[in-house]
Every structure is written in C-alpha cells, then in structure tokens.
Antibody, heavy 124, light 110 residues
Framework: EGQLVESGGGLVKPGGSLRLSCVAS????????MSWVRQAPGKGMEWVGR??????????DYAPPVKGRVTVSRDDSKNILYLQMNGLKTEDTAVYYC???????????????WGQGTMVTVSS | QSVLTQPPSLSAAPGQMVTISCSGS????????VSWYQHVPRTAPRLLIY???RRPSGIPDRFSGSKSATSATLAITGLQTGDEADYYC???????????FGGGTKVTVL
C-alpha cells in the first residue's frame, strides 16, 4: 500500500510564503492525480486544490478561497507534490493533508489516500 | 458554513447502528457522486465510501452508503469503540467548480 509524507509546515507571519512538500511512495505517482486538503483548528475539511497527472494534461484547479495565492505543482522524477502558498492570512492556519485524488471519466471524485498532515500557523 | 450539511454529533451504544446524513443541493450531491471519510484526530483520514455506496478494499461491510436526490447517508452497524471518529461527506460542486465537504459529524460510542 502506498504512503504520503508531508513536510514544510511551520510558523509564518501574515503576508509571508511557505512551500509544503509531500513525498509519495508505493504507487505510480506519475499517473496519479494529487490534491491538498486542509483542516483549520476545530473546523471541518476544506479542499485546497488538485493537479492532474501529466498524461492527463497536468492542469491545476483551486478552491475559490485560495485561488491566486497558492500553486500546486509536482516533480514526477522525485515523486514529490508541492503546495506553494503566498500572501498567507491568519485564516490559512490549518493542518494541510496531501492526498491522492481519484477521478473517473464518469465524474466520480474521491481522496483515496491521505498523509498524516503538516501544520501551518499564520500569526504575527 | 459548509456547503454540505451534517449533524455535528451522534452517539450510540456498542453494537448499535448510527446513520449520518449529508444534505446538499442540485449542484453538488444532486449531480455528483458522494464519498465519505473517517478521521480519528491526529491520524491520517481514510476513505470509507466512494461513488455513493462502494467500499474500498479493507473497509468492513459494517459501513454502507446511500444517496437519494440531494442527500446522502452513511450507516455504521455493529458500532465498535474503534469507530469513534469524525466523519465527513464530500462531493464535487459544479456551481463552485470545487470539491465541497460537510462540516463533519463526531460519532461517540457510549
């Protein structure tokens, strides 16, 4: 069974930037769509964004609250998923989970593998 | 405020059944497949149900899902102490062009 391990979280000031990484193992990363999901303290899950596999075009999509401030990218040679976050706000404080995103041609979307998460705190 | 509506908490005794509702609209549940996730705090969440009612390998058949119109339900039968967790529904919302989740339901085994 595969594994996802996130890193890069920490404390950052409002307006700052941070890049999260997720190392994938145990599955064909280059063929997988990948995604980031976050959970603010005491809140529910919130989708951040996704990236298609390169064979499927490699395009990205983002949730409205973060669009324009975050970028999801991938390095298939290293099996690493990234989340670049700029212009961070206090409301971006959350645990960020790396997930494998399962999407079918008939419209089924789900997150079938999750990492343990990395905490991002935005505070002055 | 989450796009999908779930009860904040439910409880039941061991061996009993609990059903978790997830209510949405025509732009999300009404036109997309629903998935369900189990999250024990400080651990990795896991997929319980996808495509409304399908279980990934390794998920016990005590967990089942269903969908009708703009609502979905997760049922857990034969409740066990290990089932204490937060449960989330999720789906694609075509109006928002975004994955949306419910606010989560905390299940307590009495």
């Amino acid at each position: 069974e595969g594994q996802l391990v996130e890193s890069g979280g920490g404390l950052v000031k409002p307006g700052g930037s941070l890049r999260l990484s997720c190392v994938a193992s145990g599955f064909a990363f280059n063929n997988a769509w990948m995604s980031w999901v976050r959970q603010a303290p005491g809140k529910g899950m919130e989708w951040v964004g996704r990236i298609r596999s390169k064979p499927d075009g490699g395009a990205t999509d983002y949730a409205p609250p973060v669009k324009g401030r975050v970028t999801v990218s991938r390095d298939d040679s290293k099996n690493i998923l990234y989340l670049q976050m700029n212009g961070l706000k206090t409301e971006d404080t959350a645990v960020y989970y790396c997930t494998r995103y399962s999407s079918t041609w008939y419209g089924s979307d789900s997150f079938d593998m999750w990492g343990q998460g990395t905490m991002v705190t935005v505070s002055s | 405020q989450s796009v999908l509506t779930q009860p904040p908490s439910l409880s039941a005794a061991p061996g009993q059944m609990v059903t978790i509702s997830c209510s949405g609209s025509s732009s999300n549940i009404g036109s997309s497949y629903v998935s369900w996730y189990q999250h024990v705090p400080r651990t990795a969440p896991r997929l319980l149900i996808y495509e409304n009612n399908r279980r990934p390998s390794g998920i016990p058949d005590r967990f089942s899902g269903s969908k009708s119109a703009t609502s979905a339900t997760l049922a857990i039968t034969g409740l066990q102490t290990g089932d204490e967790a937060d449960y989330y529904c999720g789906t694609w919302d075509s109006s928002l062009s975004s994955v949306v989740f419910g606010g989560g339901t905390k299940v307590t085994v009495l």
